[in-house]
């Protein structure tokens, strides 16, 4: 037997009393059937309803062929009333969120002849598949489009045409139909086969905020945020760049160019600490001109200060030379380079002995990062520079 759908007939309802008519078991709980029910199962993209039935939560609803399914953790007694309550807040939300994606999708289509080809709803947020590419500007223009028909506060208005009226009916509908179609129109934005559950008028959705927008098979994916959503989301981005305006010192809606400025500082400011480097490099090679074989620690340089500072002394010392930078508990990074050779045999003996890794394109240099202390590596010098000697 088919159950009575009261949220077709009231989209607000949320109390009401049933009578159980039959009680399933399930593997894991029980299904219930009323003769009636305000529960949206899920269906069209929408997520079920949630809430009790006396006071048993709810925590799933189905329909198998016009018979709608509570899941229940215990089991109710059939030829017994029952009051449900529907969680009014969970509902209104995903409405929402439905009939945003009737008002983007709508004006999509009407401008450009895209369908959605995809629905999913999450508990976030929603995306929206269109069988076609629209770059990132027309799709904001589409939805500065579809939050203007928001604020018209037009009816969203389901009904059920006969045959012929939907034959001469242009709508949008996902697959083929059979039998009786719930067509749900928002007077000259958008006309749609949907089962699913709508706020009655587009003010309801408050407003429709795209999150972003990604190239999928051939079309795009849009990801957005309405009503309550939409609000929490801007809340929190706002949160973000008041904290930027105050660090900055700039104000809120200069952020982005403050920013700019900050990262150009810091380059301008690289580049004067790498020339600055450079300058101490060549004094320190001149210092080490013609040593031989020479191992270096400079203080607080990255990967690429050691690789420079190798290459500078190794053409003033003749030798091969072993730089290293950092500390005890961090670490240190190494660069190894000689003129001529090849030192490899001594970059896999450095790895081994220093608990390191590492290597090199070229034979006359490597670089990587040992776990070792001053000492040890000292100490690993030492019996290179004694025993086989470096090759
Ligand atoms: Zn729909």
């Known amino acids: 037997m088919e159950t009575e759908k009261l949220y077709y007939n009231d989209g607000k309802l949320s109390a009401f009393t049933a009578a159980v008519l039959e009680c399933r078991e399930a593997k894991d709980g029980w299904d219930v059937v009323l003769d009636r029910t305000a529960f949206y199962?899920?269906?069209?993209?929408?997520?079920?309803?949630?809430?009790?039935?006396?006071?048993?939560?709810?925590l799933d609803v189905q329909e198998q062929k016009g018979c709608i399914l509570h899941r229940l953790e215990q089991p109710l007694l059939p030829g017994t009333e029952v009051r449900g309550q529907v969680d009014v807040a969970r509902r209104f939300d995903y409405a929402q969120q439905h009939t945003a994606d009737h008002i983007l999708t709508g004006v999509i289509h009407r401008r450009y002849g895209l369908d959605n080809v995809g629905f999913h709803m999450g508990k976030e947020s929603t995306f929206i598949d269109l069988n076609g590419i629209l770059d990132e500007s027309a799709l904001f223009e589409m939805e500065r489009v579809a939050n203007e028909a928001v604020w018209m506060d037009l009816p969203v208005e389901a009904?059920?045409?006969?045959?012929?009226?939907?034959?001469?009916?242009?709508?949008?509908?996902?697959?083929?139909?059979?039998?009786?179609?719930?067509?749900?129109?928002?007077?000259?934005?958008?006309?749609c086969a949907c089962c699913g559950i709508h706020v009655e008028h587009t003010g309801a959705v408050g407003l429709i905020k795209i999150l972003s927008v990604t190239r999928l098979r051939g079309g795009v994916r849009v990801e957005y945020a309405a009503g309550r959503?939409?609000?929490?989301?801007?809340?929190?981005?706002?949160?973000?760049?008041?904290?930027i305006s105050a660090v900055l010192s700039a104000r809120p809606l200069h952020t982005a160019e403050a920013v700019r400025r900050l990262l150009e500082e810091r380059d301008a400011a690289r580049k004067r600490c790498v020339a600055l480097e450079q300058k101490r490099f060549e004094v320190l090679a001149q210092q080490q001109s013609?040593?031989?074989?020479?191992?270096?620690?400079?203080?607080?340089?990255?990967?690429?200060?050691?690789r420079r500072l190798a290459d500078a002394v190794k053409?003033?010392?003749g030798g091969t030379?072993?730089?290293?930078?950092?500390?005890?508990?961090?670490?240190?990074?190494?660069?190894l380079a000689a003129q001529e050779g090849n030192l490899r045999p001594l970059g896999k003996a450095l790895n081994e002995a220093l608990n390191g890794r590492g290597?090199?394109?070229?034979?006359?240099?490597?670089?990587?990062?040992?776990?070792?202390?001053?000492?040890?590596?000292?100490?690993?010098?030492?019996?290179?520079?004694?025993?086989?000697?470096?090759?």
């Open 315 to 317: 053409e003033t010392c």
């Open 359 to 391: 290597g090199g394109r070229e034979d006359t240099f490597l670089q990587g990062s040992v776990r070792a202390d001053r000492t040890q590596i000292e100490a690993f010098w030492r019996s290179c520079q004694s025993g086989s000697g470096i090759e």
């Open 321 to 335: 030379v072993l730089v290293f930078s950092g500390a005890e508990d961090t670490g240190y990074q190494y660069a």
């Open 159 to 191: 009904s059920w045409p006969d045959d012929s009226t939907l034959a001469r009916l242009d709508y949008r509908s996902k697959k083929a139909l059979t039998g009786p179609v719930r067509i749900v129109t928002i007077p000259g934005i958008d006309v």
């Open 229 to 243: 959503r939409a609000y929490h989301y801007l809340d929190t981005v706002q949160q973000q760049n008041r904290m």
């Open 41 to 58: 199962p899920e269906g069209g993209g929408q997520p079920c309803d949630r809430g009790t039935l006396e006071r048993l939560e709810v």
């Open 290 to 306: 013609g040593q031989g074989d020479t191992l270096l620690f400079e203080e607080e340089l990255n990967a690429d200060g050691v």
